[in-house]
């Protein structure tokens, strides 16, 4: 199974594990499972550390680099059929980039994005996964 791992799920793999859910978990331990990470989700981290919302224990960098090992992750670029994915959702969509740009990723991949975001979670045409679960 593909599975896209929305940026905040990214963080709690990494920060706060015991907010995912067991069967979250599960998946992203499961060797057979492939891990995607996208560039958008570097992004928004990026943002976030700039911004002080949140705060690494080490440069951004080692960050990812770590989690993206632990994970044994692929990364993702965002091409160009991404972006115009991002804004060629069928049906009614909320306005955040970010989200666009991984519900795209997701849906090209065909990956299940993981995801505690209510907005994402009631879309019902990308494959979801609350991460809760």
Do not use: C
């Not at 981290?45 to 692929?74: E, N």
């Amino acid at each position: 199974m593909k599975v896209l791992l929305d940026t905040h799920v990214l963080i709690w793999t990494q920060d706060s594990p015991s907010n995912l859910g067991r069967k979250t978990r599960a998946l992203v331990i499961d060797p057979g499972n492939e891990i995607l990470v996208s560039a958008a989700s570097t992004l928004e981290i990026a943002r976030l550390v700039y911004l002080g919302q949140i705060v690494l224990k080490v440069g951004l960098d080692i960050w990812l680099a770590k989690a993206l090992s632990t994970l044994q992750a692929r990364s993702l670029a965002i091409d160009h059929r991404i972006a115009q994915e991002a804004y060629s959702l069928p049906g009614n969509f909320h306005k955040d980039p970010a989200d666009r740009l991984l519900v795209a990723t997701a849906r090209l991949e065909g990956a299940t994005l993981v995801t505690a975001d209510d907005l994402i979670l009631t879309y019902p045409h990308a494959q979801v996964l609350d991460a809760h679960k």
